[in-house]
Nanobody, 125 residues
Framework: QVQLVESGGGLVQAGGSLRLSCAAS????????VGWFRQAPGKEREFVAG????????YYADSVKGRFTISRDNAKNTMYLQMDSLKPEDTGVYYC??????????????????WGQGTQVTVSA
């Protein structure tokens, strides 16, 4: 069982930056594809960014390309989401997740078997 714990959320003005972290409890975390999702009030959970396994290719939603950067440090069992040039529409609860799916990246939440509890990101205009 892999437990995930997010941190780093908060309140920031538009144009600002935040860095989210996701710490995993197990070394097997390195053998999962990982992703960040977000959910705004009244909306469905949506894919934000991900890293496939193996291979380590990165994927981004069109809405965050060029502004967000996903990375992982397997030695620390941790993944990150660097968020720059934040916009009010980036507001939501951000979740990290892990999927056992190999080689291809999945953007579909049910394909992810481990989830963190979420961290709130609020971007003011």
């Amino acid at each position: 069982q892999v437990q995930l714990v997010e941190s780093g959320g908060g309140l920031v003005q538009a144009g600002g930056s935040l860095r989210l972290s996701c710490a995993a409890s197990a070394r097997t975390f390195s053998r999962y594809a990982v992703g960040w999702f977000r959910q705004a009030p009244g909306k469905e959970r949506e894919f934000v960014a991900g890293i496939s396994w193996p291979g380590g290719s990165t994927y981004y939603a069109d809405s965050v390309k060029g502004r967000f950067t996903i990375s992982r440090d397997n030695a620390k069992n941790t993944m990150y989401l660097q968020m720059d040039s934040l916009k009010p529409e980036d507001t939501g609860v951000y979740y990290c997740a892990a999927s056992p799916r190999l080689y291809s990246m999945t953007f579909y939440p049910p394909d992810y078997v481990h989830w963190g509890q979420g961290t709130q990101v609020t971007v003011s205009a």
